[in-house]
């Protein structure tokens, strides 16, 4: 594990210690981490036990799989779950610390002209589904649009036997960049989620009449709507049943077992930054809306997004309702072969950290 020689405040301790670094990386989604690195509260609270934080992605580019995989041994990660599955079915020694549950179950989108207005006109019809050639990680992308396919489909009184599923295979670059950047405020800003080589398979497909439908995320949905030319007609954020928002989250954050082992201490530290993060947005929604607004800029607006936040809470917690809806996902991503190994969630998740973490403030 990476180290280095810090001279401590003298209030916290007067001798010059090795300290722990620990590795971080946020996926670009409504968490709290996001709030503790922009306002400082990650590095102080790491600062007080010894340790500091080194964003992933400022990293050499052949390091940033481990934010798919989870390779790392000193690293945190907070986000959609789907990846943070994979990784623990795949056998990493992680540990879930932490979970935000995110009501947007996704949108199926069709074109304003294409005299579709309910899901179950699809019948019949072609439903695009993008597809990543790679097969390095997993296709966190896909799994997520078809759950929201399958949902939707299902509350219709249809299956996917029913309509034509076209894979949308993409082959292009990862990353818009493979250039190192510091935080995740400059790794994000500005990047553009319409139409494009690849996450705009979907809406490029969409637009040019070689799909009926696709589904969207809600941020993405906004997007897509403003130029008047695509419509929702199924808002699987809307229905009174939470297990259908079940979309890539509840975001997890997890932990390196190695890291969690030799130096708890980090890691309650790490969540003491996101409650105290957590905690500053369920008060000041405006102010973290120009936050993220500026992170997470598939959003279509600052308006709509302060809107958004409105629906979340975001103090991270392991509630039972929580750890359910990792179960659900987790038996969908093994149903439909996205995963090869079952494990125990409850036996996954560490609420101790948690715990130790809210005491300590």
Not at 111 to 135: H, M, Q
Not at 311 to 335: D, H, T, W
């Amino acid at each position: 594990m990476s180290t280095s020689t810090l001279e401590l405040d003298p209030q916290i301790q007067t001798a010059s210690v090795q300290v722990t670094e620990a590795i971080y990386t946020i996926c670009p989604v409504l968490v709290a981490s996001h709030i503790a690195v922009h306002q400082g509260l990650l590095d102080t609270e790491l600062e007080k036990v010894g340790a500091s934080s080194k964003y992933l992605w400022s990293l050499p580019s052949a390091e940033w799989l481990s934010h798919f995989n989870h390779t790392l041994p000193n690293q945190f990660r907070d986000g959609g779950n789907i990846p943070a599955i994979h990784a623990r079915s795949e056998g990493q020694r992680t540990k879930l610390i932490g979970l935000t549950f995110s009501n947007d179950g996704g949108q199926i989108l069709v074109r304003v002209d294409s005299g579709i207005n309910k899901v179950a006109d699809l019948k019949g019809r072609k439903i695009g589904l993008y597809k990543r050639v790679k097969t390095d990680r997993v296709d966190f992308w896909r799994a997520t649009a078809e759950r929201g396919i399958v949902l939707a489909l299902d509350l219709a009184g249809l299956k996917t036997s029913d309509v034509e599923i076209v894979n949308l295979e993409v082959s292009g670059p990862d990353y818009p960049s493979d250039a190192p950047t510091k935080n995740p405020g400059e790794r994000f800003r500005g990047t553009w989620s319409g139409p494009g080589p690849h996450f705009g398979a979907e809406i490029d497909a969409l637009l040019a009449g070689d799909v009926d439908a696709i589904y969207a995320n809600r941020g993405r949905a906004h997007v897509f709507e403003r130029d008047g030319q695509v419509k929702v007609i199924e808002d699987l954020g809307l229905r009174p049943d939470w297990t259908l928002q079940v979309a890539n989250s509840p975001f997890t954050i997890t932990v390196s077992e190695e890291l969690a082992e030799e130096h708890p201490e980090v890691v309650v530290a790490y969540l003491r930054a996101a409650i105290k993060a957590g905690r500053w947005v369920d008060v000041h929604r405006d102010e973290a809306a120009d936050i993220f607004g500026d992170i997470i800029s598939h959003w279509a607006g600052k308006c709509i997004l302060k809107q958004e936040l409105q629906r979340y809470r975001f103090v991270p917690n392991l509630s039972a309702k929580n750890l359910a809806g990792i179960e659900i996902e987790k038996q969908f991503l093994l149903k439909h072969g996205y995963i090869r190994n079952d494990f125990n969630v409850k036996e996954w998740a560490d609420n101790s950290f948690l715990e130790e973490a809210l005491r300590s403030l």
